[in-house]
């Protein structure tokens, strides 16, 4: 799979079957099917867009490459040379480079390069295309054009499920109270509650314990005196 010389990697739990659908199964089934016309998912923070297209490059294996575009990576536009020629290509943070004239040059020639070579696109944005500030028409209207989905953030029964899902992976029994207790007391969005489930598997191996409140309440208890 073609990565990024700046040492962008893909994560290794990003895939399909790790990701809890909600409300989002007809995207998941979009971003599965075999096609060649070009996606644009957008949505907040967290609803799992940089998820969906490393699993998109995960299950489509070597012809797949991922590009994000976030501006703290400092790329230049040239950067994209070449990518069009990837089977399918998952350009993410797509709207970071809103307003940069040289950018979108490079956005519409890669849409129009991709296109004729028949390859798919998949981008991903917090907006959907006609909301984000372009300066360059013809990039646009090619941004308008894709197919548009907006991913739905999930209730507190998906992270529910999907703390369940991300714990069964890693072989862990998580009863439904002990998610519960979880979202209670820690930030909601998943990205946070994933990284203190990830801790606390640790600390259960560490201790030889399983994921029980007792348990739990003590490691959150412990976690707090570190960083404070």
Same mark, same amino acid.
């Given at each position: 799979?073609?990565?990024?010389?700046?040492?962008?990697?893909?994560?290794?739990?990003?895939?399909?079957?790790?990701?809890?659908?909600?409300?989002?199964?007809?995207?998941?089934?979009?971003?599965?099917?075999?096609?060649?016309?070009?996606?644009?998912?957008?949505?907040?923070?967290?609803?799992?867009?940089?998820?969906?297209?490393?699993?998109?490059?995960?299950?489509?294996?070597?012809?797949?490459?991922?590009?994000?575009?976030?501006?703290?990576?400092?790329?230049?536009?040239?950067?994209?040379?070449?990518?069009?020629?990837?089977?399918?290509?998952?350009?993410?943070?797509?709207?970071?480079?809103?307003?940069?004239?040289?950018?979108?040059?490079?956005?519409?020639?890669?849409?129009?390069?991709?296109?004729?070579?028949?390859?798919?696109?998949?981008?991903?944005?917090?907006?959907? #295309? %006609?909301?984000?500030?372009? /300066?360059? !028409?013809?990039?646009?209207?090619?941004?308008? $054009?894709?197919? +548009?989905? @907006?991913? =739905?953030?999930?209730?507190?029964?998906?992270?529910?499920?999907?703390?369940?899902?991300?714990?069964?992976?890693?072989?862990?029994?998580?009863?439904?109270?002990?998610?519960?207790?979880?979202?209670?007391?820690? #930030? %909601?969005?998943?990205?946070? /509650?994933? !990284?203190?489930?990830?801790?606390?598997?640790? $600390?259960?191996? +560490?201790? @030889?314990? =399983?994921?029980?409140?007792?348990?739990?309440?003590?490691?959150?208890?412990?976690?707090?005196?570190?960083?404070?």
């Amino acid at each position: 799979m073609k990565q990024l010389a700046l040492g962008v990697r893909l994560r290794a739990e990003a895939v399909f079957a790790s990701f809890w659908p909600g409300e989002n199964a007809e995207i998941v089934a979009a971003l599965k099917a075999a096609s060649a016309a070009p996606l644009w998912l957008w949505g907040a923070h967290g609803t799992g867009k940089t998820h969906l297209l490393q699993a998109v490059c995960a299950a489509t294996g070597e012809a797949a490459a991922y590009f994000p575009l976030n501006r703290s990576l400092a790329l230049p536009p040239e950067a994209l040379a070449g990518y069009e020629r990837s089977a399918v290509l998952c350009v993410d943070d797509v709207d970071a480079v809103a307003g940069d004239l040289a950018w979108e040059k490079a956005l519409f020639r890669l849409f129009n390069e991709a296109g004729d070579l028949g390859n798919r696109l998949i981008f991903a944005a917090a907006a959907p #295309p %006609r909301q984000s500030e372009w /300066l360059l !028409e013809d990039w646009r209207s090619r941004a308008a $054009a894709c197919v +548009v989905y @907006q991913l =739905r953030e999930i209730d507190d029964a998906g992270r529910v499920g999907a703390l369940q899902l991300r714990a069964a992976q890693r072989g862990l029994q998580l009863p439904v109270e002990t998610s519960e207790y979880l979202l209670k007391r820690m #930030p %909601r969005d998943l990205h946070s /509650l994933f !990284e203190v489930l990830d801790q606390l598997d640790h $600390a259960s191996l +560490v201790a @030889q314990r =399983r994921l029980t409140i007792p348990f739990i309440r003590d490691a959150l208890e412990k976690r707090a005196e570190i960083k404070s």
